[in-house]
């Protein structure tokens, strides 16, 4: 069994800051990609940032250059620092990572999610 738990979302003013973290726990052979989506009211769910177990980054347009993606394979956890947020950032964000429990088996995780609400 793998669970990824996610912390950190909030109320927040635009403008504001946000930190969530993803931790992935359980039979874990390996981690390969993780990743954050996020889904708002009446709107399909979306790729918000993507990291490989490599590194390397992706993101969406509409997050570039305020959110950042990092992860700490020592502790098997992916985090997503978010800043300058704005009201249409609000949605839960759920955590997805591609996890292998022995060599050539390979899943998608989801975790359960996590509201982020930019108001004032």
């Known amino acids: 069994q793998v669970q990824l738990v996610e912390s950190g979302g909030g109320l927040v003013q635009p403008g504001g800051s946000l930190r969530l973290s993803c931790a992935a726990s359980?039979?874990?052979?390996?981690?390969?990609?993780m990743g954050w989506y996020r889904q708002a009211p009446g709107k399909q769910r979306e790729l918000v940032a993507h990291i490989t177990s490599g590194g390397r980054t992706n993101y969406a347009d509409s997050v570039k250059g305020r959110f950042t993606i990092s992860r700490d394979n020592a502790k098997n956890t992916v985090y997503l620092q978010m800043s300058s947020l704005k009201p249409e950032d609000t949605a839960v964000y759920v955590c997805?990572?591609?996890?292998?429990?022995?060599?050539?088996?390979?899943?998608?995780?989801w975790g359960q999610g996590t509201q982020v609400t930019v108001s004032s």
């Open positions: 359980g039979s874990i052979f390996s981690i390969n990609a």
């Open positions: 997805n990572a591609i996890i292998s429990t022995r060599v050539g088996v390979v899943n998608a995780y």
